[in-house]
Each structure stands twice: as structure tokens, then as C-alpha cells.
């Protein structure tokens, strides 16, 4: 908390940032039924909570727009879209599909345990919450254990990402996907993971725990580890009114990353 306010204060805005951060804080605070009442409306629908509501907030970020009940984000409305719409009707005849969510968003997390199909796992370094604590570069699975990986916003803060995209091609069953976003804020990627100094970071990478800020190279690098990629934006999964009714105006894509059969076999190949 007090490397927020510090952060806060450093900023060129540091009174408006310090200022979401005392009002996100408090409204933390109140209870999920009291905010229900205090932002209810008709205008605006979250997709997660399924709260009807008279606006996002926006927070921190001037882009942010966040759910005041389940505090969603708009890219965890999007991809939920993404996994109700595209994913899980693909999974639907299956009765046993094992996935692994890292780091894992504790809005998202709450839907997909109530889904008796998925043989869930979350997990974390850091977060005690997550059912296993572990580290994504040295995933301690045996190859070929899940079906589906779900990671957002996380590569870029792991300093060596490519060995995290390399350990879940690994433990990805063959023809298994992981369901991966990045911010690409970038024209190539910039990636210094030994700068230390959280006033650092945000300066050169634009928030205090990255590392790296995410080119249009990123498929190229998640390509290096094996997997297919198909890029799905925002407009193939909603329209503009749905996405205004949903608070996903911000352009965010998703990265669905496919462990086929033939490039496996290249791969052994090549090594
Ligand atoms: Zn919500």
C-alpha cells in the first residue's frame, strides 16, 4: 500500500491517482450488496456479475473501466465473451477438461469453478489464494497434463517469459490451447528485466511490476515456443453497442495459442 501512495505521489498526476486510490480502497470496503444499490442502473451490464449498472469506474488508468461490484476489468468482460462464446461450446461435448489459470483474476476464478466439466487449478507465485503456489518458468507438472491454460496480463511481468511460454507448451496436452493476453504498447518489444526500481519500471515500462512493454513481435515470440497463433479482437466477439453496453470500448486482444500435433513433431524434430 505504501508503494502505491509512494508511486502515486511521484507521478505527474500523483493528486488524481492518489485520490482513486483512497476512493477504490473505500469502496473495497462496503459491502457487494451496498455498492449493487449505490451504482445500480439500466444502461450499462456486466457480463461477470451480471450486475445491471449506471457506469463503469474509471480508476488508476484513465482507459480503466471496472466493474464496482465484481471489480472486472474490461478484458476480463471480453475474454469471459471469448470463453462462453468460442471456447466452451468447442469443449461442450467433453465432461473432463483440465485447465490451469495463472495468476488468476478472482472474479473469472469464481465462474469457472461453478462449471462441473472443468478440472480447474489456479495458480500463483505470490498469491496464497491461488489453489498452488508456482512458478510459470518452472511449472512442476509432468508434459502433456491440461488441456487449456488461461493467462493474462502476466507475461509481462516475468522476466524471463519465454521460458514460461515454453513450460505451458510443455504441460499443454497435444492439440490443447492456452488462452493468452499481453499489452501490446509498443511498436517492437523492449524488455529490460534487470531494472529493479519500481519508479523505474513505471517510467520505462509504464506500471511498477513490468518489465517489458509488448511489441507487435509478441506473436513471434510465443510462436518461438512451439504454438499456433490466432489473434481474435474485440469486434469479432461483440459489436459496437454490446461492447458499449459492456465497457469494452478499449481495443484488447486475445492471443489463442494452439499446440498442434505437426508442430509438435517439428519441434522434436528440430532438437
Ligand atoms: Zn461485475
Request: hydrophobic share 40%.
Amino acid at each position: 500500500m505504501l508503494l502505491r501512495i509512494r508511486l502515486a505521489l511521484a507521478s505527474p498526476d500523483g493528486l488524481r491517482r492518489l485520490v482513486d486510490f483512497i476512493s477504490s480502497q473505500a469502496l473495497r470496503f462496503l459491502p457487494a450488496a451496498w455498492r449493487k444499490v449505490i451504482f445500480a442502473g439500466h444502461e450499462y451490464d456486466c457480463n461477470i456479475c451480471e450486475s445491471q449498472l449506471r457506469g463503469f469506474l474509471t480508476l488508476h488508468r484513465p482507459y480503466n473501466h471496472w466493474c464496482p461490484i465484481c471489480w472486472s476489468l474490461q478484458r476480463h468482460r471480453l475474454v469471459w465473451i471469448f470463453f462462453q462464446r468460442r471456447l466452451f461450446p468447442f469443449y461442450g461435448s467433453r465432461n473432463h477438461v483440465k485447465m490451469s489459470h495463472d495468476a488468476p483474476e478472482p472474479a473469472l476464478e469464481a465462474k469457472f469453478r461453478r462449471l462441473p466439466w472443468l478440472d480447474y487449478l489456479s495458480v500463483d507465485l505470490y498469491n496464497s489464494r491461488a489453489m498452488l503456489q508456482m512458478d510459470i518458468c518452472n511449472i512442476q507438472f509432468p508434459d502433456e497434463q491440461f488441456d487449456l491454460i488461461y493467462c493474462s496480463h502476466v507475461l509481462e511481468h516475468v522476466k524471463d517469459d519465454l521460458q514460461a511460454l515454453r513450460e505451458f507448451y510443455r504441460v499443454l496436452k497435444t492439440g490443447g490451447q492456452a488462452v493468452i493476453l499481453a499489452p501490446i504498447t509498443s511498436p517492437r518489444t523492449i524488455s529490460d528485466p534487470s531494472v529493479a526500481d519500481p519508479l523505474e519500471r513505471e517510467r520505462l515500462f509504464g506500471q511498477h511490476d513490468h518489465v517489458r512493454h509488448y511489441g507487435r513481435d509478441f506473436i513471434q515470440r510465443v510462436e518461438q515456443a512451439g504454438f499456433r497463433v490466432k489473434v481474435i479482437r474485440r469486434a469479432e466477439l461483440a459489436g459496437d453497442e454490446e461492447a458499449k453496453r459492456f465497457g469494452l470500448e478499449l481495443e484488447e486482444t486475445i492471443f489463442l495459442c494452439e499446440k498442434l500435433a505437426d508442430s509438435h513433431d517439428l519441434l522434436n524434430h528440430k532438437s
